[in-house]
Every structure is written in structure tokens, then in C-alpha cells.
């Protein structure tokens, strides 16, 4: 099948009734027109064509998981197409990275410039195909599209050194160089910000890349790449393959023309693809899961901690890498603050992303509500409580109750492992030593939050946590111009800030003899 079959919104008898809702008839005008979209594609882009799958396979739909319709199908392919995509990167890289920085600097603020024109269109996308609220994915656009900006000017940026010689009659100078061909895979969550997170610094300094999107969010992707063309970034730059997962992997991991692997997704991938990246030596950088302690002193500020908790745990339905997966809370304050957290957490309104007040979309799928299931059965049969919530929606779909459980213990799994939903587990401690012990007593080590209003404690807490990243009396961390990134098995390198172009950058050492020579 040579053309796309874009199926548009098929609606199911049992979704009838939401035609008549505000956000039905929104989710309708949007996807009525995202046919004739500038920015909506459906199939791969290699070397700076549209293409599909060599097998002519497309049964690959993609669902809206707010409603379960189809929005369109994308192909499904495979490691000839990976191959294909890597060959058209690394003949684009021969000229790319011999762009001065300026020009490429250039190619990038238009594409910025682009994504900030389309960011309504771009927003709707990802509500549509991930779910979240449309006021998050919007915010999700401008922080993606931060990345691109800043990364504009830091390919500027990008100085060696002079060393001073050991011997009169030489010059030591280190010059740093784009690393060559990228593989990204991305996950889900953040259809648009871990792509942009990743294809900004490598672009900027003379890397060219092949993206391999998440199955389950491929069109924020290819409408992305759609507007790095529009914005002038030459064919086989920037080049985009989905379908089956392992073989993409593999076929990035196996080909020694890449020489780099970018991955954010969970640790048992991550893990897979650092043990294949052996196999030809790359560079990796890893952004894997987490489960971030939030840590609630009794000298906090109430209110401070419970809508940075709230902001820290709910954000994406509990569905980022960041949230706050365990809410430790003091002993003098755990009673107050259960019950001030409970009470604004039943405010949070559920709903369709397109809802104006939605504040909880649905989850990814079935099995991530399956997921949240069987934690919280687990952490019920071993004696927590739960004090709001617990149960799938009344919404139906993969819609799930706002939730609050105390008297969670280390033990359960929801305190061991990322639940990725919006379950808030609260565990109680009496020192700030049993807090840091609790907080550091896991694999992961991405994000650390905490709440105090002790100066001292600040730093002292800060410092003793075996985290990337650390907010203190703020829920809301991430930026384009900070370091993000974990330590333990949450994973290896920085992405955003100075430091994250330096994971797409090799030194090169040129020491010149014989200086005194005439
Ligand atoms: P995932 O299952 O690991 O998938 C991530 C990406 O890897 C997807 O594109 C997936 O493709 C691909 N993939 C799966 N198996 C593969 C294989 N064998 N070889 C190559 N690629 C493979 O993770 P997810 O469920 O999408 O995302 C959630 C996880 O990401 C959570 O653990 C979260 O904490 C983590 N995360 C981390 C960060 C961070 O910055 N540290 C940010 C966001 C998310 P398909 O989807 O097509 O199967």
C-alpha cells in the first residue's frame, strides 16, 4: 500500500455520547483538520524523504487513549529501513558537521522559530496521542522547544583548548569534534521534549541523527521532523524510523558507522542497549527511571509542600520519570499533611486532555493501569491504607482515580519501584538521618525532592542524596539551561544546560613538533 490510510477519529457507538461534549467536538475540528495539517505526516522520513515501510506493512494504528480511536496508522518498520536511515546520516554528516556554527546555529532558531508558530497544532498532537492535558502539552512545547533554542547558541559555543607545552619547541591544542552518527530512542511520555532534548545539542555541533520515536507517540514526532525540514535542515540530518523496536535497536547498535547511542526510556532497555553498544564500542547516554524520594520535613511550610508534592507527584498522571514516588513525610507533620494533601488531590479534576480544567488525563494504556493495580494491591495485602482514590474512573478507558495511600512501608513494591500513575504513596520517618536513609535506599537516583525551611538542613539533605537532580520547596525542576540526569541505575551523562552538548562532542588531542623549525 503505497499511501497512508489515515483513518480519522472513527467513532465508536460507545464514544457517541462524547460528540456532544466541548472537548469531543475540539478533539473533532482538530482532527478534521490535521488531514490537511503542514505539519501532520504519517510515514518515516529517510534522507529527507517521506517513505513507508519497504514491506508495504501500515497496521501499526495509533489510538487516542482518552477515547480508544484511531487516529491514523503509521508503517511499521523494520532494520533495512533503520539501515537505510543511518546510511543517509552518515553521508549528510560529511557536510553537516563541516558547517561553521554559525550556519547550523541558523538552521536551528528556524526550526525553534517553527515549533513556537505551530505550538497549538503541535500541543493538540500531543494530547491526542498521549493524553496529556492540553495545557501541559503546550507547556511540553515550549520546554521542547527550549532545547532547540538554547542549543542554537550553544553550537557557538564550542571551544578547545591551548594547552601550555611541556616542551619549547611544541603546541598543544584540543579541539572538540561532533561525535559522528546518533541513534536516539524516546519514549512516550514526552512525545516531543526527549526528542528535541537530544536532536538539539547533537544538531548544533555537527552530529547528524536517526530517531526511533515511541510506538505509541510517532506523529509529534514526524510533525517535529516535518518542521526541521520546512526549516531547512538538509536531508538525512535528521531522520526518523518506528515499528518493531528490537530490530531498530539492534540495527543501530550493530552498524559501527553509529557512534553514538541516546536513550531515555526505562532501565531494562536502557540496560539492553548499554550491553549492545559494547559490541562496536559507542558512546551511550542513558535517561532511565526513576523513583524519586519527596521528603517532607516538619519545618516545611504547608501549603509550600503540598502543591509542590502535588506538582511533583501528579504532573503527566504520575507518568514522568521525575514524579515523586514516594511521598516521606515527618512524624509531627504526617497527620496534617496527609490530610491537606488528600484534600487538594481530590480536586484534581480527571477528564479528556481537551477538557478546559482537566488536570489528569488517562494513562498511556491497560497495562500501565494494570501496573498501578497490582502495586496497590501489594501495598494493601501488606497493610497501607488508601485515603483517596484507589480505583479505576468512572470514565472508563485507562482513566484512574487521583490516589493517596499511607502507612506505606520500604518494603512494597509501590515504594521499591516507579508506579507510574497517579498513586501518591506516603511513608513516615522520625529523623532527618532515617529520611536520607529511606530516600537513598533504592537503585534509582534521578530526582530528590524536598520540603524545609531549615537553610542548613538545605544543604545538608541536598549534598547527602544520591540523586541528579534535587528541588527543594519546588516540585517543578526541569529547564533547558540546568544539567538533567541520574546517577546509580537511573542512568549515565546530562542532557540540556552547557554540560549536555559535551555527550556529542569527542576531544581530540593534535600535539605540532618541530615548532622552532624555519
Ligand atoms: P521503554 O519501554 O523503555 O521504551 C522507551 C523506548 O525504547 C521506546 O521508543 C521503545 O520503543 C524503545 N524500546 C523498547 N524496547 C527496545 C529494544 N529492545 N531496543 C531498542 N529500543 C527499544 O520506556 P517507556 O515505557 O516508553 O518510558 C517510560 C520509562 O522511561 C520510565 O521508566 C521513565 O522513568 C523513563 N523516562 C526517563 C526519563 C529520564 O530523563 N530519565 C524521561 C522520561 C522517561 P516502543 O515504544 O516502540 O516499544
Not at 538554547?150 to 564550542?158: I, L, P, S
Not at 561532533?178 to 512516550?188: C, E, H, L, S
Not at 505509541?216 to 520546512?230: K, N, S
Not at 524536598?450 to 540523586?467: D, K, M
Amino acid at each position: 500500500m503505497g499511501v497512508a490510510r489515515f483513518s480519522l477519529f472513527k467513532i465508536a457507538s460507545s464514544h457517541l455520547h462524547r460528540m456532544h461534549h466541548p472537548s469531543a467536538l475540539r478533539q473533532m475540528s482538530f482532527a478534521s483538520g490535521l488531514q490537511n495539517s503542514t505539519i501532520f505526516r504519517s510515514q518515516g522520513l529517510i534522507g529527507g524523504q517521506w517513505v513507508a515501510a519497504h514491506d508495504g506493512i501500515w497496521n501499526f494504528f495509533r489510538f487516542n487513549p482518552s477515547t480508544g480511536e484511531i487516529i491514523a496508522d503509521v508503517p511499521f518498520m523494520g532494520r533495512r529501513e533503520t539501515n537505510d536511515a543511518i546510511s543517509s546520516a552518515y553521508q549528510a554528516f560529511n557536510s553537516w558537521s563541516k558547517l561553521t556554527a554559525a550556519e547550523r546555529s541558523k538552521y536551528l532558531r528556524k526550526w525553534y522559530d517553527l515549533i513556537m508558530s505551530h505550538k497549538e497544532e503541535l500541543g493538540q498532537l500531543i494530547t491526542l496521542e498521549q493524553g496529556k492535558p492540553l495545557k501541559e502539552a503546550l507547556g511540553e512545547v515550549s520546554y521542547g522547544a527550549s532545547f532547540i533554542e538554547f542549543f542554537a547558541e550553544e553550537a557557538k559555543q564550542v571551544y578547545g583548548d591551548i594547552i601550555p607545552a611541556t616542551l619549547a619547541d611544541r603546541r598543544l591544542f584540543v579541539l572538540k569534534q561532533p561525535v559522528g552518527v546518533v541513534g536516539a530512542i524516546t519514549p512516550w511520555n514526552f512525545p516531543l521534549a526527549m526528542i528535541t532534548r537530544k536532536v538539539g545539542p547533537a544538531l548544533a555541533c555537527g552530529c547528524t541523527v536517526v530517531v526511533k520515536p515511541s510506538e505509541l507517540t510517532p506523529l509529534t514526532a514526524l510533525a517535529a521532523a516535518e518542521l526541521a525540514l520546512q526549516a531547512g535542515i538538509p536531508p538525512g540530518v535528521l531522520n526518523v524510523v518506528m515499528g518493531n523496536a528490537s530490530d531498530i535497536g539492534d540495527a543501530l547498535l550493530a552498524s559501527p558507522q553509529v557512534r553514538k547511542i541516546t536513550f531515555t526510556g526505562s532501565t531494562a532497555v536502557g540496560k539492553k542497549l548499554m550491553a549492545g553498544a559494547a559490541g562496536t564500542v559507542k558512546r551511550i547516554s542513558l535517561e532511565l527511571g526513576g523513583n524519586a524520594p519527596c521528603i517532607v520535613f516538619d519545618d516545611a511550610d504547608l501549603d509550600v509542600a503540598v502543591k509542590g508534592a502535588i506538582a511533583a507527584k501528579f504532573r503527566n498522571s504520575g507518568q514522568t520519570c521525575v514524579c515523586a514516588n514516594r511521598v516521606i513525610v515527618q512524624e509531627g507533620i504526617y497527620e496534617k499533611f496527609a490530610e491537606a494533601f488528600s484534600k487538594a488531590v481530590q480536586n484534581l479534576q480527571v477528564g479528556d486532555g481537551f477538557t478546559e480544567g482537566v488536570a489528569q488525563g488517562p494513562l498511556i494504556n491497560e497495562a500501565a493501569v494494570q501496573k498501578v493495580e497490582s502495586f496497590l494491591q501489594d501495598a494493601l495485602s501488606k497493610g497501607a491504607k488508601v485515603i483517596l482514590g484507589g480505583k479505576r474512573h468512572s470514565l472508563g478507558m485507562t482513566f484512574y482515580e487521583p490516589t493517596v495511600v499511607t502507612d506505606v512501608k520500604s518494603d512494597m513494591l509501590l515504594a521499591r519501584e516507579e508506579v507510574f500513575g497517579p498513586v501518591a504513596p506516603l511513608l513516615r520517618f522520625k529523623t532527618e538521618e532515617e529520611a536520607i536513609c529511606i530516600a537513598n535506599d533504592t537503585n534509582a537516583g534521578l530526582a530528590a525532592y524536598i520540603f524545609t525551611n531549615n537553610v542548613q538542613r538545605t544543604w545538608r539533605v541536598s549534598e547527602a542524596l544520591e540523586y541528579g537532580l534535587v528541588g527543594v520547596n519546588e516540585g517543578i525542576i526541569s529547564t533547558e539551561v540546568a544539567p538533567f540526569g541520574g546517577v546509580k541505575q537511573s542512568g549515565l551523562g546530562r542532557e540540556g544546560s552547557k554540560y549536555g552538548i559535551d555527550e556529542y562532542l569527542e576531544l581530540k588531542y593534535v600535539c605540532l613538533g618541530d615548532m622552532n623549525r624555519k
